[in-house]
């Protein structure tokens, strides 16, 4: 029977012995509980992640044509000046 959604912010996670004891263990040694011993090692690894994704990495001739068409940019197109000219809101 499927299990009603929550907003508790819980998570489970399904282990094997063997693993949840390792977890456990360390946890003990790094005088923690299971839980914060296993979001102090994950949420750093999940910013890395993110920050990595989240970049965009150009070459030189693209980071020089990206500041040129700062710049310099291109004149708007004919069908775009119309459509600001009459009003129109994209929504």
Known sequence: ????????????????????????????????????????????????????EEQLALSERDSLRVLDLLENPPAAPTRLVRAAKAGFMLK
């Open 1 to 52: 029977m499927p299990r009603a959604h929550s907003e508790s912010g819980r998570v489970e996670l399904r282990l094997s012995p063997e693993d949840k004891a390792l977890l456990t263990r360390a946890a003990a040694l790094e005088r923690l509980d299971l839980t914060g011993y296993i979001l102090r090692n994950i949420l750093p690894l999940a910013e890395a992640v993110i920050a990595r």
